[in-house]
């Protein structure tokens, strides 16, 4: 079966620190693209971070966040510093069979989310 599983969401305050995690059951892990993305209450899903040889970025993540896939453990991670309240949202682990995806319609497969709250 396969299956997304996120992990490692939480409440922490801005200027912290987190990192998310996501299990992948998926045969032929290395031929994804691994992605998250993030959905505030009331706003559309959008892209935060992707890899698939190489990262790509959301701007407004860009300098703050690390996206990590380990092949052997087909697992990624997100590492985000200097968290701002902005950044709250449910973040999900996402896989694309298309290299350097980054629109969320392109991803086949889904998480069902961990939350982030960001207090000020």
């Known amino acids: 079966q396969v299956r997304l599983v996120e992990s490692g969401g939480g409440l922490v305050q801005a200027g912290d620190s987190l990192r998310l995690s996501c299990a992948a059951s998926i045969r032929a892990f290395t031929t994804y693209t691994l992605a998250w993305f993030r959905q505030a209450s009331g706003k559309e899903r959008e892209f935060v971070a992707a890899?698939?040889?190489?990262?790509q970025y959301a701007d407004s993540v860009e300098g703050r966040a690390t996206i990590s896939r380990d092949n052997a453990r087909n697992t990624i991670t997100l590492t985000m510093n200097s968290l701002k309240p902005e950044d709250t949202a449910v973040y999900f682990c996402?896989?694309?069979?298309?290299?350097?995806?980054?629109?969320?319609?392109?991803?086949?497969?889904w998480g069902q989310g961990t939350q982030v709250t960001v207090s000020s």
């Open positions: 890899k698939y040889f190489t990262a």
């Open positions: 996402a896989a694309s069979s298309r290299p350097r995806s980054t629109a969320a319609v392109q991803y086949e497969l």
